[in-house]
């Protein structure tokens, strides 16, 4: 993944498919020209328009900058997100994976309404209303995919995410799972939390990589990992 030269020169390159580094910051290719989706900065370069990715409002995009190896998307792949929120990590999906689809499941209403009003205007995103603790009420809207998401900060969120995958991922499918150690349990340490965790997903998955994701956000880690069939 893209790394900053000390040289105090503007690094332009790309990451991969859709994804550009401008110096500091990482932006996707914007699938709605002219069009902001939460007030982020719009940057042009090679005669396209580049939507800042925010890292401190988007995980994906701390992990980026943090030397995520392991993102490979494409513009035709098929991603499930669990805990779409207002779509703002959706979005940035949505611009990469310009010809794939985004199933992006949310169950509280307030986030559900941006969600929808961001559909409209990106046809790969196909908003879900529905608890992800039952993958079977969107398996008619949902086929196989290759990246699931999960972004739900629940307690139980392994048993979420590895229904979810069970049901819809396909074998080799990458899943990027965001722990936020306080939704977990509060008495631990962030360091405990984290490597209970990946404990908890040994034998099921084979970790790929895990990244802390201070200072973008604090107490969170992103683990890359694979369903072991
Ligand atoms: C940390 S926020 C997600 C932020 C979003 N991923 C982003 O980067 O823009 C967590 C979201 O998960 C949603 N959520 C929590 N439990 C859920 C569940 N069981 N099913 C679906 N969504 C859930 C919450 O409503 C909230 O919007």
């Known amino acids: 993944m893209g790394r900053e030269k000390n040289s105090g020169k503007r690094e332009e390159k790309m990451i991969s498919v859709n994804i550009q580094q401008f110096g500091t910051d990482v932006g996707t290719l914007n699938l709605v020209p002219g069009n902001k989706v939460y007030g982020e900065r719009l940057v042009k370069h090679g005669g396209q328009e580049y939507r800042i990715w925010d890292a401190y409002r988007s995980k994906i995009s701390a992990a980026i900058k943090l030397g995520l190896k392991k993102f490979p998307l ?25 010809r794939g689809l ?3 499941v ?10 929808l009003r961001l559909s409209k205007s990106r046809q790969n995103i196909i908003p879900i209303f529905e608890d992800a603790h039952k993958p079977q009420h969107y398996s008619s809207l949902t086929s196989e995919v290759d990246f699931i998401v999960a972004d739900v900060a629940q307690r139980d969120q392994l ?4 229904k979810n995958a069970e049901t819809f991922l396909k074998k080799g499918g990458i899943i ?14 962030p360091d405990k939390v984290f490597s209970n965790i ?20 604090k107490d969170h880690m992103c683990i890359v990992a694979q369903l072991i069939i």
């Open 159 to 162: 048993d979420i995410l590895t």
């Open 198 to 217: 990946l404990a908890q997903m040994a034998g099921k998955f084979n970790i790929l990589e895990s990244i802390k994701l201070d200072p973008y956000e």
């Open 74 to 98: 494409s513009e035709n792949s098929r991603i499930l997100y669990l805990g779409a929120g207002n779509g703002t990590s959706v979005s940035h999906l949505s611009d990469i994976c310009n």
């Open 176 to 189: 990027y799972l965001s722990v936020k150690a306080r939704s977990i349990d509060v008495t631990l340490t």
């Open 102 to 104: 985004i199933f992006a």
């Open 106 to 115: 949310e169950n509280f209403s307030r986030p559900m309404v941006d969600l």
